[in-house]
């Protein structure tokens, strides 16, 4: 039988560029999604797929899932309510999606015979650290009920952990770069898209190192942990993403590739969070490196702009999340 793989969120930013790679890859996909910022997200040659099934659906639906999962050998756990405003904007509800769900989901996983399930934490568990290198094995200080929320998930799996069942958890960066499913809430995306349309980049702060990765980065190293020998990957941790820069490079690296006219204006901020994440342990054992740049990223999105593929980007909710929300008062 062929690989079967469910992508909880598989239609949000990240989900929408690694669907089209799984099913290059000749993967069954099947899409777990709300789909509440359209139904548009992947292109007609992807959504004719015959090897892909999309249930729209609401992981708290247990009965939903169960039946989704049947015959599915790999699980990719995408979904959950993204970024700090967002959860403050509905706390409840990001409870219920990130944390509440979160068991049943592996629980439910496990009891269908899925083989593989891969979690998407977030390197925001670490906090404010004072070391310059955050490497695994550091304790988790998560500053948010978010980057709290991703943690204690990360717990939770570890419960589950055994021989026979592979379980990873992943602790991305923040992601950048064009998406057919688009965000212009993440900060290297924020600096370009007010560069490109108001030839103008606010920076708060600026000497904050916000780590970053490459969506086509984020997206080969799905398909990676899919294919690698399970003795490499099961129970572990592994952080993944790209190069430290801070907030000031960041806007430097967006102007160089939008236009030498476009303005840094600088504000004192009160978010002090920064870190540098190590991602030497992916490398090391499973030979991961990304191989695109925040340039590559702040240019896919230049490009997307004066394609005229993300209309409006000032001002259209379904590329901001809390927007979104919002207008469809999610509970």
């Known amino acids: ?45 992807t959504k004719s797929n015959p090897r892909l099934k999309i249930v729209k ?16 050998q790999s699980v990719i756990h995408l979904a959950c309510i993204s970024n700090d ?18 068991r049943p989901l592996v629980e439910i996983s496990k009891s269908q015979g899925v083989q593989r399930f891969i979690y998407a934490s977030s390197s925001s568990v670490y906090g404010v650290k004072k070391e310059s290198n955050v490497v695994e094995e550091m304790s988790l200080e998560p500053l948010t009920d978010y ?21 990873v958890t992943i602790r991305p960066a923040t992601v950048c770069g064009y998406s057919r499913r688009q965000r212009l809430d993440v900060i290297v995306n924020i600096l370009t898209n007010h560069a490109f349309h108001n030839r103008q980049i606010k920076v708060f702060g600026g000497n904050q190192k916000r ?8 997206t080969d190293l799905y398909l990676l942990l899919l294919k690698v020998p399970s ?10 993403g790209y190069e430290n820069h801070t907030v000031d490079q960041l806007a430097e690296l967006v102007q160089q590739v ?11 901020t009160d978010d002090n969070r920064s ?33 005229g593929l993300l209309p409006n980007a000032m001002t259209e909710e379904k590329y901001y999340n809390i927007k979104r929300m919002l207008n469809l008062g999610l509970t």
């Open 147 to 167: 980057s709290k929320y991703k943690a204690q998930c990360e717990e939770i799996l570890k419960e589950y952990e055994s021989p026979d069942w592979t379980t």
């Open 231 to 240: 003795e490499k990957i099961n129970g572990k941790i592994f952080n993944a």
């Open 85 to 102: 405003p967002s959860f403050d904007l509905n706390p409840n509800l990001g409870r219920s999606i990130n944390l509440d769900a979160f």
């Open 258 to 268: 939008v236009g030498a006219d476009v303005k840094i204006v600088r504000a004192p």
């Open 1 to 45: 039988m062929s690989h079967r793989v469910l992508v909880t969120g598989g239609a949000g930013y990240v989900g929408a560029n690694l669907i089209p790679k799984l099913l290059l890859e000749n993967f069954h996909v099947t899409v777990f999604d709300l789909m509440i910022y359209g139904e548009d997200v992947f292109d007609p040659s």
């Open 275 to 307: 870190y540098h994440v190590s991602s030497a342990k992916i490398e090391r054992e499973l030979g991961f490196k990304p191989r695109h740049t925040i340039q590559e990223a702040a240019l896919g999105l230049k490009k997307a702009f004066e394609a």
């Open 57 to 72: 659906g609401d992981i708290r639906d247990q009965a939903l899932l169960k039946n989704s999962l049947v015959d599915v």
């Open 211 to 218: 780590p970053n990765l490459h969506i086509e980065d984020m």
